[in-house]
Structures are given as C-alpha cells and as structure tokens.
C-alpha cells in the first residue's frame, strides 16, 4: 500500500529535550511538509522541501529543523528553543497533477511536552 | 494576499439534513480550491478539488462544492447528513507554486 506513515502516534517528552519525528513516504512524491495543528486552528506550515538535500522555512520555523537525505523522508526535530511545542504534528507530501499540487497527508503525532 | 476564510467555526446539523459549510477565498490568481476532512486524531482526507474545470465538483461520500468566482466562494455541501460525517473539515486554497493557505476549519457535529 502506497502512503505516508509517522511514528509515533503519541510523543511525551520533558521540557529542554529535543524531540525528532519520523516522516516516510512510498509514494514517489518529490515534496514533503511538516504542518503543525493546535486546537482550533488550521495548519500552519513549518517546513517544506521540494528535492533531496534541500528545504525551505515556512512561517513558523523557528524552534524546528529538517533534513531531507533521503526522497521518502523527511524528520522533524522539535528543539528545547521552540517555546510552545506541545501540538499535533502532520507531515504531508505533493504531487503535481498537471492543475496544481495536490498534498497528501499522514496520521499524525500528537507531541506532549511538559 | 492569498486567503482562505471559513465562515463557520461550527455547524450543527441533525442526521438526515442538509450540509453546508462556507469558505471564501481571496486571491490574485486563478485558485486551486479543496476540500479536506479530518477526524480526530488522524490525518487530512481530500474530500474534492476544484481546479478551473467543473464549477460543480463531487467528491466522495456525497459531497459536493460549487465554485463562484463572483462570489468568491468555494461553499461544501451534502444533501443528507450522516453520524459518521461528523469531524473537522478545512477549505484550502493551492497555487502552482506547491503553497497551501488552510482555513481555520470548521467543525462539524451531527446530532442524531
């Protein structure tokens, strides 16, 4: 089956610790994102990348990093530096349809930090 | 400024009756428009998109969405509610470029 997969479902965590979520994908898509999602709100882009070895900020970078050293993944590393990190966290990936980009979306991790 | 905004936080309906919830877009271009749903604690689905083809595009599980370039709407609608159509749905507005403005989302509740 062809699709995007994040691990773990739910992520604990204590305050000052670095945290890395997992994103793959089997789909053969060139992009990949990671949005954040709090409760009532959309989703806010964090990170995206287009190719391998290369990745752009989004609009709230800060207190994130990625790699992108392989096309089917893409991890998120939630640093001590991000003030607010407790979240649910989704990783998505695109494919151009000819029209436009058409996402896809993982499961989720739903991170805790306390 | 491209943006998407929807106009109902939350939307009540009883099983059996009609859907509709609102989403205006702003946009200097011509827009790509979706529908995503969201159950908790998952993912987003893509329920439809609208891409300059068809102003009235179906999507899966009887949803629906007209696209009103003079009103500047993208409204999602379903004849018939069902329990299980109950979750968090968001309208997108995409461009060429691979960006994506979310709304807020709107919530829906099906009472039975």
């Known amino acids: 089956d062809g699709g995007i997969t994040q691990s773990p479902k739910y992520l604990f965590r204590k305050e000052g610790q670095n945290v890395t979520l997992s994103c793959e994908q089997n789909?053969?898509?060139?992009?990949m994102y990671w949005y954040r999602q709090d409760p009532g709100q959309g989703l806010r882009l964090i990170y995206y990348s287009q190719i391998v070895n290369d990745f752009q900020k989004g609009d709230i970078a800060e207190g994130y990093s990625v790699s992108r050293e392989k096309k089917e993944s893409f991890p998120l590393t939630v640093t001590s530096a991000q003030k607010n990190p407790t979240a649910f966290y989704l990783c998505?990936?695109?494919?151009?349809?000819?029209?436009?980009?058409?996402?896809?979306f993982g499961p989720g991790t739903r991170l805790t930090v306390t | 400024a491209q943006s998407v905004t929807q106009l109902d936080s939350h939307v009540s309906v009883s099983e059996g009756t009609p859907v509709l919830l609102r989403c205006n877009y702003s946009s200097s271009y011509s827009p790509s428009l979706f529908w995503y749903v969201q159950h908790p604690n998952k993912g987003l689905q893509l329920l439809l998109k609208?891409?300059?083809?068809?102003?009235l595009v179906k999507g899966i599980n009887g949803f629906e969405a007209e696209f009103k370039k003079s009103e500047t709407s993208f409204h999602l609608t379903k004849p018939s509610a069902h329990m299980s159509d109950a979750a968090e749905y968001f309208c997108v507005l995409g461009y060429n470029n691979n960006d994506m403005r979310f709304g807020a989302g709107t919530r829906l509740t099906v009472k039975p």
């Open positions: 998505a990936s695109s494919m151009w349809t000819g029209a436009n980009y058409e996402q896809y």
């Open positions: 609208y891409t300059s083809a068809a102003t």
């Open positions: 789909l053969n898509h060139d992009a």
